[in-house]
């Protein structure tokens, strides 16, 4: 079975940095693009990155803020976020698919297995 699992949430005075991982097991890591959203109270989700062997995607509200790595041997997807907002606030989801298409910006649709959520709090 496909499983992610996204942790490493918490509460961060803005400014501050939080790397999120995504611990992925039950597929070929390599073959598969993963992405990250984040959903706010009241809001819909929003794809902020993507990574693949097409390359890297961020949304624009953190391009030049966020990085998303990985690391093949651990079968993980790393999101480091630097600089943040109170607006960055928001449970953030890990998510994979196998062909999720090169449409951009990345959308809740494109991808088939998810991993729960992780609360990110950035205080003013």
């Known amino acids: 079975d496909v499983q992610l699992q996204a942790y490493g949430g918490g509460l961060v005075q803005a400014g501050g940095s939080l790397r999120l991982s995504c611990a992925t097991s039950?597929?070929?890591?390599?073959?598969?693009?993963i992405g990250w959203f984040r959903q706010a109270p009241g809001k819909e989700r929003e794809g902020v990155s993507c990574i693949s062997d097409g390359g890297t995607y961020y949304a624009d509200s953190v391009r030049g803020r966020f990085t998303i790595s990985s690391d093949n041997a651990k079968n993980t997807v790393y999101l480091q976020m630097n600089s943040l907002k109170p607006e960055d606030t928001a449970v953030y989801y890990c998510?994979?698919?196998?062909?999720?298409?090169?449409?951009?910006?990345?959308?809740?649709?494109?991808?088939?297995?998810w991993g729960q959520g992780t609360q990110v709090t950035v205080s003013s």
């Open positions: 998510a994979a698919d196998e062909y999720p298409g090169s449409k951009r910006p990345i959308t809740r649709a494109m991808f088939d297995y």
């Open positions: 039950g597929f070929t890591f390599d073959d598969y693009a």
